[in-house]
């Protein structure tokens, strides 16, 4: 038998949640001079604990929620959003982000690049992209999924341009997202609050300047299997404590799994901790109930992805005299 399972994750979630309140408020008010708090909430466990987080640190009546849906997101998004936002009985504002994502050519530049793969696809197909190849000790690689109007699946190989240009394009959404968030803030003199777990946050899983700009980060230091507990622990509601992660970014349904990550995300969680702690490959397989040849290809995977992600963590590179330009920015 293994010794290496998921009580690895096992927390005392009333202190952690005091702990995390305490310190979002200390920073709040004493580092960042901000009177409350924003947070865009997507009807996903992340953004919910977060939220109910906020609440605890600095009380409902500072809190501003944000609902920002557009043309792609799952209706069940927005009124999971509702219910937590009544739920927790925070102000809460909802702005369709489409008509501007439209106006900036987010749609247009998306299909273009589809279209490239599969010449018959047109605005009313819905797509996804899909990752594979890690897990086989290869590169990893994207196709094309795109379903047509009457119900058939089209797989494509997608080029490396056409990839880029519909990653591109999709990243709008959490720019824009990111925009209204900071909008609110500076108009409420509230700070930003950024909901990634720790998975995302160690992977890269995030827009820069999108959903990966904040003031605060309260839950990076996570795992996902910990937020799911700390929103049990918390109480929320069970259509968000529950939520199954997906991007819900593109029309086709698209689980973080198939799109970014190596494994379902309780088995990344794992893995991700395993490395971290200089888990041996075969105590991981044992694990995972799987081989050694695919334990070590889940950890190439991770070092891969820290390795390309890793501008995405880095602050902006200053080509002059650094000290000078930064001295009392700590003050």
Same mark, same amino acid.
């Given at each position: 038998?293994?010794?290496?399972?998921?009580?690895?994750?096992?927390?005392?979630?009333?202190?952690?949640?005091?702990?995390?309140?305490?310190?979002?408020?200390?920073?709040?008010?004493? %580092? !960042? $001079?901000? +009177?409350? /708090?924003?947070? @865009?909430?997507?009807?996903?466990?992340?953004? *919910?604990?977060?939220?109910?987080?906020?609440?605890?640190?600095?009380?409902?009546?500072?809190?501003?929620?944000?609902?920002?849906?557009?043309?792609?997101?799952?209706?069940?998004?927005?009124?999971?959003?509702?219910?937590?936002?009544?739920?927790?009985?925070?102000?809460?504002?909802?702005?369709?982000?489409?008509?501007?994502?439209?106006?900036?050519?987010?749609?247009?530049?998306?299909?273009?690049?589809?279209?490239?793969?599969?010449?018959?696809?047109?605005?009313?197909?819905?797509?996804?992209?899909?990752?594979?190849?890690?897990?086989?000790?290869?590169?990893?690689?994207?196709?094309?999924?795109?379903?047509?109007?009457?119900? %058939? !699946? $089209?797989? +494509?190989? /997608?080029?490396? @341009?056409?990839?880029?240009?519909?990653?591109? *394009?999709?990243?709008?959404?959490?720019?824009?997202?990111?925009?209204?968030?900071?909008?609110?803030?500076?108009?409420?003199?509230?700070?930003?609050?950024?909901?990634?777990?720790?998975?995302?946050?160690?992977?890269?899983?995030?827009?820069?300047?999108?959903?990966?700009?904040?003031?605060?980060?309260?839950?990076?230091?996570?795992?996902?299997?910990?937020?799911?507990?700390?929103?049990?622990?918390?109480?929320?509601?069970?259509?968000?404590?529950?939520?199954?992660?997906?991007?819900?970014?593109?029309?086709?349904?698209?689980?973080?799994?198939?799109?970014?990550?190596?494994?379902?995300?309780?088995?990344?969680?794992?893995?991700?901790?395993?490395?971290?702690?200089?888990?041996?490959?075969?105590?991981?397989?044992?694990?995972?109930?799987?081989?050694?040849?695919?334990?070590?290809?889940?950890?190439?995977?991770?070092?891969?992805?820290?390795?390309?992600?890793?501008?995405?963590?880095?602050?902006?590179?200053?080509?002059?005299?650094?000290?000078?330009?930064?001295?009392?920015?700590?003050?």
């Amino acid at each position: 038998m293994s010794t290496l399972d998921w009580t690895v994750f096992d927390l005392d979630y009333a202190q952690e949640t005091a702990r995390i309140a305490a310190r979002m408020r200390e920073v709040t008010a004493r %580092v !960042l $001079h901000k +009177r409350g /708090l924003v947070v @865009a909430i997507s009807g996903g466990v992340d953004s *919910a604990v977060c939220a109910a987080l906020a609440v605890e640190a600095v009380g409902a009546a500072r809190m501003l929620t944000l609902i920002l849906p557009e043309r792609d997101s799952a209706d069940a998004s927005a009124s999971n959003a509702r219910i937590l936002a009544e739920y927790l009985g925070v102000r809460v504002e909802t702005f369709d982000i489409a008509p501007a994502l439209s106006a900036i050519g987010c749609y247009d530049a998306r299909d273009e690049a589809v279209r490239k793969a599969l010449p018959e696809y047109t605005s009313d197909w819905r797509m996804k992209l899909a990752i594979s190849g890690g897990l086989d000790g290869r590169i990893n690689h994207f196709r094309l999924v795109a379903q047509s109007p009457d119900g %058939v !699946l $089209h797989e +494509r190989a /997608l080029g490396h @341009a056409e990839y880029l240009q519909i990653v591109a *394009a999709t990243s709008h959404k959490q720019r824009l997202r990111k925009t209204l968030e900071y909008f609110h803030a500076d108009r409420l003199n509230y700070a930003v609050v950024g909901t990634p777990n720790r998975l995302e946050y160690d992977q890269g899983f995030f827009v820069k300047n999108g959903d990966g700009s904040a003031d605060i980060k309260p839950i990076a230091h996570l795992y996902k299997s910990q937020v799911y507990a700390l929103a049990q622990h918390l109480g929320l509601p069970k259509c968000v404590s529950t939520a199954t992660p997906t991007t819900d970014t593109y029309s086709l349904a698209q689980g973080q799994d198939e799109f970014y990550f190596a494994l379902p995300w309780k088995q990344m969680d794992l893995a991700l901790w395993a490395l971290d702690h200089n888990v041996s490959i075969g105590e991981l397989a044992r694990a995972l109930d799987t081989s050694e040849a695919a334990a070590q290809a889940v950890y190439t995977d991770i070092q891969s992805k820290r390795r390309s992600t890793r501008y995405l963590h880095r602050a902006p590179i200053l080509l002059g005299d650094e000290e000078a330009l930064t001295a009392g920015t700590d003050a």
